[in-house]
Nanobody, 123 residues
Framework: VQLQASGGGLAQAGGSLRLSCAAS????????MGWFRQAPGKEREFVAA????????NYADSVQGRFTISRENAKNTLYLQMNGLKPEDTGVYYC?????????????????WGQGTLVTVSS
């Protein structure tokens, strides 16, 4: 499975961005998928996850109510809609896929990773 994240860029505080993650190589319709981020000098952290069918989601407390994860299995694509952006949301955002179909928070459970897309939020 190859994952390609896109949609990052520069946004002002309070603004919005939509990230996409296109999967190739095989269908990921049975995979749990997630978004993680890594700020400069910090460890990679969980942002959001979604189960294989898209009816169960899981969010970090810091993004709950502002970010929405979704997937379109017919297009083999994962999304992250980010609203109400804050400067502390700045970082490289990675999409990931897990053979386990659940919406999982632990990055150790994800075996496939995209290359990351940079999100910068200015105050």
């Amino acid at each position: 499975v190859q994952l390609q994240a896109s949609g990052g860029g520069l946004a002002q505080a309070g603004g919005s961005l939509r990230l996409s993650c296109a999967a190739s190589g095989r269908t990921v319709s049975s995979y749990g998928m997630g978004w993680f981020r890594q700020a400069p000098g910090k460890e990679r952290e969980f942002v959001a996850a979604i189960n294989w069918i898209g009816d169960t989601t899981n969010y970090a407390d810091s993004v709950q109510g502002r970010f929405t994860i979704s997937r379109e299995n017919a297009k083999n694509t994962l999304y992250l809609q980010m609203n109400g952006l804050k400067p502390e949301d700045t970082g490289v955002y990675y999409c990931a896929a897990s053979n386990n179909g659940a919406a999982q928070r632990s990055l150790r459970l994800y075996g496939y990773w995209g290359q990351g897309t940079l999100v910068t939020v200015s105050s």
